[in-house]
Every structure is written in structure tokens, then in C-alpha cells.
């Protein structure tokens, strides 16, 4: 009667560690917000394209291409007056917008 009193107590030690690792692995699980962005034939995914217009991002020392802070893929062309130009990377080369 002990032996099988203690295989209960000890199935049931077993069976809840099983399933506080299950409860534990669906809520580390984040839902995905947004679609994945879709891939190129090669896997490489392509970033979709910003509707914002160029802004001013402040005075460049410079004439040429800069970061733009709120799209760390893309880049803006700074001719010595304005803004006139976006680029931004693909996962392979710039490609202007």
C-alpha cells in the first residue's frame, strides 16, 4: 500500500513539472503583430517602402549620403541646400526611391 501511495505522489510530482514547462513555453510565445515582411527568391527579406516624405533631419557638415535616424535602412542625399534623394538597403545594394 506505501509503494503505491509513494508511485502517486511521485507521478504527480512529474506530472506537474511537465506541465508548469508547458504553461512556461505558451507564454514566452509572442504574438506577431504584423505579417513577416515578404522575401526575395533568395530569403532575403525586402523592406517595404516608407510613405514619409523627406524631412529635415538637420545641417549636415557634408554633401552627400546620411543615415536617417528613423529608418536605419535607409539613407537621404544631402546636396548643400535640401534633401533631395532617399536610398535604402534590400539585404544586397541601395536601391533609390
Known sequence: MRETIGY????LVVASWILFFIVRARRRRVPRAYPPFPTTPGGVP???PTPAPLRDLGQP?????HPDPDHMSEQVY????SWTARRRWNGESWIES
Open 46 to 48: 525586402t523592406i517595404p
Open 61 to 65: 557638415r557634408d554633401i552627400g549620403w
Open 78 to 81: 544631402w546636396d548643400g541646400r
Open 8 to 11: 502517486l505522489l511521485i507521478g
